[in-house]
Structure formats: C-alpha cells, structure tokens
C-alpha cells in the first residue's frame, strides 16, 4: 500500500512543502512532477537515501543522478565560473525542459570539492555534474524550499517508461515511494532534452522535448552595440568587445567561432557601407584591433530583436530603439552611465581617449554579463 500521497489541485499553494522537505530530510524518497515526467526526489547528503534510490531504480551506485534546482542562479553554487555554453543555454532554457551535463575543469573541481566536503562524490561524477531547473510551480516550491541538495531521475524502474502522473508513480512502486506529490498529469510526456557542456562547446546527448536545431538556435548570444554614425564608437566597440570576450571567456581564439557569438553595430543615424573613420582606425589599432573592413549599418527592428544584449553610447541612443521596438528595455544597457562622448570632429588624441574609456567598461560589462 502506498505510504502517502497529496493531492494538489492549487499548484501555486504551498502547504504540502514542510511535510515534503520533512521526509527528504530523514532519507525518505518524494515523488513529485515536473513539466516533463514525473521524478524521484532524494537529499543525498542524508545517510542512506541514495541507497535507498538506487534500490528503487534497480540502478549501480556508480551511476549518477541529476542535480535539481529551483532557480537558474543556483547554477552558480555548483558550477563556479560555468563554460560560456552552459551559461547562454541555462540563461535562455531554464527554467525548462533543459538538463545540462557541465564538464568541470581542474580549478573547478578544487573548487567544489572544497566547498562539498563528501557530499561532492555524491553529486559529481567523472569530473562533471548534471544539471536540470524544472518549468513546473510544484517542483519549483519543492526545490527552492529545500536548504539541501536534491538530486532526481525520472519515477520509473529499469525498462519501464517514466511515470505520467502520480497513480503511474504509485503503480510502479507501492509504498516504496514515501509521498507522491500528486498535481495531475505531466504537459510534456516526454523526457528533458540533454546537453554536455564545455569550455568551448556543446553536443546533444538526449533530444527530448527541445529538438538539436533549437538548442542551436538557443546557443547563439548576440551582442549589439550602437552609436549614432556607426563609424567610430560602436564599431570601436565592437572589436574591442570581441577581443576582451575572446580573454574573459577563456577560449582558444581557433575556437571562439564554436561559440556562436555574434557581437555586432549599428547606429540610430547611420548610412549604409560608410567606412569607419581612420582616427577610430588608428586608435584601436593601438590596443590591438583591426576595424578597417568595418561598414556602417543603421539600426533596425531585426537587429534589435536577435540581440540578446544591447549596450549603447547614451540615454539617447536608448530612447531611439525603445520607441523603434517597444518592450526591449530590459536587454538595453549603457555602455557607461555617463555616456561615451562623441569624438567625431576631436582630435586623434580625443579618439584614443574614447577607445580606451570604450575598453574600460566593455570590461565591466562583459564580467556583469559572466556573473
């Protein structure tokens, strides 16, 4: 006979969640939904639990689960610094029908091990982690109201397909399973997409519910930058801006196209193949960047919405793409909240000024944007 089950009807309420972290807490297993299938929850810092999920999966002690979280910046916690892939996806799919496998690197490990003590064996396995932030109200509270580690594979025995709902979970397990969280049937019914994740690269392990040409769409970042002319702030900018990701990033520059970065610029008054000014040339030729092929574009509604983010010279320039296409404001930041002052008309010293004060804080906005 099943041990306990709870029916949520309200999926917003959450008055089942100190009785649900109460039974992880002493080893026990939860049953609970997410927006694919239903899973099998465990605290595996609790002596005895994984044991106990390994009996229930019929499943070696070697194989890992997947770590859960409630939220996307408790990727963070586990993963110190994440690949840039691992980022861009988890930033884009989660929460969501995403499970990234994160290879760590040798800093990371330390890092981790470090800060798990012995409970890092139980989430780690061969130098990675698997990683999933579910799309499913339940879940979320669970995860998020739980101060231990949770980790979960899908509610289903060996060769047999994952639980549905919750009288599936039952029908697989009897009172094997401490509490079924009961919220009616899954909306997927079918397994979360896997990714394995790099430094420099990802590759499709599972496709489920997001298919391979989606996670590539989904892996793509682009970054605009917009003056007013098109031919001296922005485009200084611009390769500058690739440049210090290529370093902040730490990918091989042989390998920095895998990434699919597009860093690109325009401006709110520019023409069309207008090359940039020679003193803008010069002056970030000086830090190390050849802007010569530049041509001018102006900005556009398709620009602006295949960027992801959008960093401009003034309040101006803002206002200019706000009114262009509204509701775009949260992707649009100041370069530097003073502004970038024009140097068209100055002198080659005033251009060398503005590229360096450009460098300074693409600086500080790409680490913003890798926190």
């Known amino acids: 006979m099943l041990k306990e089950m709870i029916k949520i009807e309200n999926h917003t309420a959450t008055d089942w969640v100190a009785q649900a972290v109460e039974v992880l807490s002493r080893g026990g297993v939860v049953a609970f939904p997410t927006e694919t299938v239903y899973g099998l929850a465990v605290v595996p810092g609790v002596p005895g639990a994984l044991e106990k999920l390994n009996r229930l999966k019929i499943r070696p002690a070697e194989k890992p689960y997947t770590l859960h979280i409630g939220s996307p910046d408790k990727f963070f916690n586990y993963v110190p610094n994440p690949p840039w892939p691992g980022r861009v996806l988890a930033r884009k799919a989660w929460p969501g029908p995403l499970t990234l496998v994160v290879e760590m690197t040798e800093e990371q490990i330390r890092e981790c091990r470090k800060k798990f003590g012995t409970l890092f064996d139980k989430l780690y396995h061969e130098n990675s982690i ?221 251009y060398r000024t503005c590229a360096r004060n450009i460098e300074k804080h693409i600086e500080a906005r790409l680490k913003e944007l890798l926190e």
């Open 130 to 350: 698997g990683i999933r932030c579910p799309d499913h109200p339940v879940a979320i509270s669970l995860l998020t109201n739980c101060d231990m580690p949770i980790v979960a594979p899908s509610a289903n025995p060996a060769d047999q397909p994952p639980a549905l709902d919750a009288r599936q979970v039952e029908n697989y397990f009897g009172d094997q399973v401490d509490l079924i969280l009961d919220a009616g049937p899954v909306k997927y019914r079918k397994a979360s997409t896997v990714v394995k994740v790099n430094q420099c690269d990802y590759t499709v392990v599972r496709e489920g519910i997001i298919d391979s040409r989606t996670v590539d769409r989904l892996a793509q970042f682009t970054i605009l930058f917009v003056c007013s002319g098109n031919t001296c702030r922005s485009p200084m900018a611009q390769g500058l801006g690739r440049k210090i990701l290529e370093r902040l990033i730490h990918c091989p520059q042989e390998d920095f196209a895998r990434l699919k970065i597009n860093i690109l610029s325009a401006g709110t008054g520019a023409g069309w193949s207008l090359p940039p000014s020679q003193s803008a040339v010069a002056a970030v030729g000086e830090l190390g960047v050849d802007i010569s092929e530049h041509r001018s574009q102006p900005v556009t509604a398709k620009l602006v919405n295949q960027a992801d983010m959008i960093f401009v010279m003034s309040r101006e320039h803002k206002e200019f793409i706000c009114e262009l296409v509204p509701g775009v404001g949260n992707r649009i930041k100041l370069l530097a909240e003073a502004g970038i002052s024009d140097p068209i008309g100055g002198s080659d010293q005033n």
